[in-house]
């Protein structure tokens, strides 16, 4: 079966992952891609961040015991894994192996809605000049940005539907011109910033924006929405594919979704992954023709 178009045309890879046949699996907001070609799901289960290779292998499992409410994920330059911990309202920082480096934040101590972090956090990303910038969506309606220590710097937004403001500030995802794309998923757009948090520009009319990839050395842009789709566009908002559920009766079938997409990245070869919410399990490997 094969989904999308033109250029941006991609054919199902209906057995992957080769999972363990006796663990059960969640919803899987997080996915993410290292410098190895490795493919990070993390996922709401016993067994929250599986690594496989892009064959479908189980490499490895971590946080058993103490990774426990997945949401964000994001991989740096030097193949370290931020895991961004919605309910226990931190981040915590692994090196490529698997080691805890650093949390940010508190786990169990939520900070005060609107105000410092973080209530219920939900995704980071990296400047090109190593700061880290947190979306701090499901309490907080805010964004916070962080030296690359873990130290605060600043903060901005706050419930509403203005410039600047949030309904869900749900995923951050930095661009090769150090521009903040945040997905504002209650309010359906992604707003821009600058690194210093001022607003830019908005893209309104999505159907709940869950996350964004970037298409490497393109000014194209994949994003996951909650509604059932899958939009692929330039950064002047150019549509170049788009495939899902919206308008059609939900399949079970390999690269159809049954809850909504949420989790996407990309390996070395143009692959792209993608984990569902509001379905157990459901993660989808589209190989580009």
């Known amino acids: 079966m094969t989904f999308g178009a033109g250029r941006y045309t991609y054919t199902v890879d209906p057995d992957w992952p080769k999972r363990p046949s006796k663990w059960t699996y969640g919803w899987s907001p997080g996915m993410a891609c290292d410098s190895r070609n ?63 480096i650093m949390t940010i934040g508190t786990p169990g101590q939520p900070g005060a809605k609107e105000g410092d972090p973080f209530n219920r956090p939900t995704d980071l990303a990296i400047s090109s000049a190593g700061d880290l910038f947190i979306s701090d969506g499901y309490g907080n309606s805010r964004m916070h940005k962080y030296t690359a220590d873990g130290k605060h710097v600043l903060s901005w937004g706050e419930l509403g539907t203005g410039p600047g403001q949030f309904d869900l500030s749900h995923c951050v995802r930095i661009d090769r011109y150090d521009r903040l794309w945040v997905c504002d998923r209650n309010n359906r757009r992604i707003q821009f910033f600058d690194t210093e948090g001022r607003y830019l520009d ?88």
């Open 38 to 100: 490795r493919i990070f799901v993390y996922t709401r289960c016993d067994h929250p961040l599986l690594v496989f290779d892009t064959s479908g292998h189980l490499l490895d499992s971590w946080g058993e015991g103490f990774l426990t409410d997945a949401h964000g994920i994001y991989i740096d330059k030097d193949d370290c894994v931020f895991c961004v911990e919605r309910n226990p309202h931190c981040i915590h920082k692994f090196d490529p192996d698997g080691k805890l």
């Open 202 to 289: 908005e893209w309104g009319g999505l159907l709940q924006p869950n996350q964004v990839w970037f298409a490497p050395d393109e000014d194209v842009v994949y994003i996951t929405e909650l509604d059932g789709q899958i939009s692929i566009y330039t950064f002047d908002r150019v549509l170049l594919a788009q495939w899902g559920k919206v308008g059609k009766e939900p399949s079970d079938a390999p690269g159809y979704f049954v809850g909504g997409p949420h989790g996407i990245c990309m390996d070395a070869e143009g692959s792209l992954y993608v984990g569902e919410v509001f379905a157990d399990g459901r993660w989808h490997r589209y190989v580009r023709e």
